[in-house]
């Protein structure tokens, strides 16, 4: 039996977090130490008004465009660096 986890959301780039390649490798060295085989991921989804709720909190604008697939690509290589299994679960 295989142990996963989720990584969701991963929010773009922001003021409080500008770097989130160096975020997910550190999530992902987590996992990998934790015995984590295969890891879920995704994005923050434009449903709602998630995005709005926390562009206002974070007080400043998210760009999303393109960042389904851009954080997709981080994700899958962020688990490669530790050797785990991953899904992406992609925006519709």
Do not use: C, Q
Not at 10 to 33: H, R, S
Not at 61 to 90: H, M, Q, S, T
Request: aromatic fraction near 10%.
């Amino acid at each position: 039996m295989s142990t996963g986890a989720s990584i969701s959301p991963i929010l773009p780039p922001n003021k409080y977090n500008p770097d989130v390649y160096k975020d997910l490798l550190a999530v992902a060295g987590a996992l990998a130490e934790a015995g984590v085989e295969v890891v879920y991921g995704e994005s923050l989804h434009k449903r709602g008004d998630n995005v709005m709720r926390l562009s206002s909190l974070l007080g400043e604008g998210l760009n999303l465009r393109g960042w389904d697939r851009y954080a997709e690509k981080l994700f899958y290589r962020a688990i490669g660096e530790y050797g785990l299994r991953g899904v992406w679960i992609p925006e519709w």
